[in-house]
């Protein structure tokens, strides 16, 4: 059974953001994950020939999904193939394993072996890639702070550097020119949370957010990048119909 999460998007400027730091250190802790407190997140965005997971979000369609490859720090040692699917503030996410070589395949546009997965959401993805033509469309970059509490299992992470990486969609690619999304005084913060949202995070965190916004780190990062591709990114020779 699919369980989904609550999800409320902010922008909030970085003396804000040091001003929650300080107040949140004493009851939430830090993603063990994280080295020094945070990590770097790299993700390829795929859309499909209509760009419905562009469309889509800014029409405010209700029940929408989108499929992104996340790696973390430019490293191969967690290549994760993710579906969101999103219903008004709630979310569900889905992942699924890939190696580096599965992923060069991918880009090359070589879907056959998703369909010998003993994964659906693989053999899913495949079935986007081939019936409605899912394709690369941006790579997003972006510094994680996470901050997490388990009562109500509460994950508050604060992104910065939100920016677009050009140039190609290798996403070891770590010389990849980028274009940053986001004034630069700004950085998005994401409270996600699954049985209930703590009175703790309600008299600290919420009251403290300036802006309380819809748009997503992938609209974001098309917007920006939207005069490389005039909206015809299928136009590149390798992904001619």
């Not at 499929?67 to 709630?90: A, F, H, V, W």
């Not at 010389?175 to 309600?202: A, H, N």
């Amino acid at each position: 059974m699919e369980q989904y999460r609550h999800e409320l998007k902010y922008i909030i400027s970085y003396p804000e953001y040091e001003a929650l730091r300080r107040l949140m250190l004493p009851y939430f802790r830090l993603d063990p994950h994280a080295v020094n407190g945070e990590y770097m997140i790299r993700s390829l965005y795929f859309d499909d020939y209509y760009g419905s997971a562009y469309e889509e979000k800014e029409m405010g369609i209700y029940a929408r999904k989108k499929y992104r490859i996340r790696i973390y720090n430019y490293s191969d040692k967690s290549i994760r193939l993710e579906r969101k699917k999103k219903q008004g503030k709630y979310i569900y996410k889905e992942s699924a394993a890939i190696s580096k070589d599965e992923f060069y395949r991918i880009l090359d546009g070589d879907y056959s072996f998703l369909l010998e997965s003993d994964s659906n959401l693989l053999k899913e993805f495949y079935i986007e890639c081939v019936s409605n033509v899912l394709r690369p469309r941006v790579i997003v970059d972006y510094e994680r702070v996470p901050f997490m509490l388990e009562e109500g299992t509460v994950r508050v992470t604060f992104d910065k550097k939100v920016r677009a990486a050009v140039g190609g969609y290798d996403i070891f690619d770590e010389s990849l020119p980028t274009l940053s999304s986001l004034e630069g005084d700004r950085l998005i913060m994401e409270v996600k949370y699954t049985e209930f949202l703590p009175q703790l995070v309600r008299n600290i965190v919420i009251p403290s957010a300036s802006e309380m916004i819809a748009a997503s780190k992938y609209v974001i990062c098309c917007d920006k990048t939207a005069f490389l591709h005039k909206q015809q990114y299928y136009c590149d020779e390798k992904y001619v119909l």
